[in-house]
């Protein structure tokens, strides 16, 4: 006797099988978006600039972070850390502005340049240390800040407020926290599909980094940089996506936001009145 495939029988069959298909497609999707950010491909970068000389910071982790060190004439050494994926020619034109105003410079390439798993910030801040110890050792440096840009805002950040040798802190379009970050934006027109793909891709950042993404919380970490000063700077275009305003109520003084006019994410250079706002606020720190 033949047997009877009834609607009740094969109907929650299907949808087991749709659904566990659904979260086979979802899982690819996220994997796939987490590799990408955590071994992300780094661009060639440019020769080496007149006035700047190679180093290599040997880090306690077994990897060498590349950089180009140009010395002060103030006695002042700035560090930069480009975004998600940068070399150390990534905020060449600051670095420029800078030494032309007398500062050091150290800029250092994003980790993941070196073939180590980007983090977001979160283990990146160790490359900022590394390189406080690199510019403190070399003659006549008595000072160091740090810029940061994006992911590499948030590195300078958590770096500052775990070590005060880092005297002054300019952070650029940085999120506020990793977690919030990767979550869909309210009413985007793939919400649906996001707020599905989150909890899966917050899930491979941890097992991939062994860090929950909410740990990696620069809006957390400002206010332990006080009495030390900072200065965040996000573009007019971004600074509602980047929660610039919130960070800055959550850093305690001395601290000053700076919305770059017209601009978005990276776009600060173009800004009136940019060089003057970034050597104005070393200036004024270094007093």
Not at 96 to 107: H, N, T, V
Not at 219 to 233: C, D, E, K, Y
Not at 235 to 242: D, K, P
């Amino acid at each position: 006797m033949r047997p009877s495939f009834s609607l009740s029988w094969w109907l929650p069959r299907l949808l087991l099988a749709l659904i566990l298909a659904w979260v086979s497609v979802l899982g690819g999707l996220a994997a796939v978006y987490i590799q990408s950010l955590l071994h992300p491909t780094c661009p060639a970068g440019l020769p080496q600039p007149p006035g700047y000389q190679s180093v290599a910071l040997a880090s306690p982790r077994g990897f060498s972070l590349a950089g180009w060190y140009h010395p002060p004439r103030n006695g002042a050494v700035i560090i930069l850390l480009g975004g998600h994926a940068a070399t150390r020619d990534a905020l060449l034109p600051e670095a420029e502005i800078l030494a032309s105003a007398g500062y050091g410079i150290l800029a250092l390439e994003q980790r993941a340049c070196a073939g180590q798993t980007a983090t977001l910030g979160y283990r990146e801040a160790e490359d900022v240390i590394l390189g406080v110890d690199y510019a403190l050792s070399q003659p006549g440096v008595t000072w160091v800040g740090a810029l940061g840009f994006s992911a590499g805002g948030v590195a300078v950040i958590r770096a500052a407020a775990a070590d005060a040798r880092i005297r002054a802190v300019v952070a650029e379009g940085n999120f506020a926290n990793l977690l919030e970050e990767i979550s869909p934006a309210p009413g985007g027109t793939m919400a649906w599909l996001e707020w599905q793909l989150h909890p899966l891709a917050a899930a491979f950042y941890t097992l991939q980094t062994g860090i929950w993404p909410g740990l990696v919380n620069p809006q957390g970490n400002l206010a332990h940089i006080s009495p030390r000063p900072v200065l965040l700077i996000h573009g007019e275009l971004e600074v509602a996506r980047t929660r610039g305003v919130r960070q800055f109520e959550s850093a305690a003084q001395p601290k000053t936001l700076w919305v770059a006019p017209g601009v978005g994410h990276g776009g600060y250079l173009q800004a009136a009145g940019y060089a003057l706002k970034l050597v104005g606020f070393f200036d004024l720190a270094l007093k």
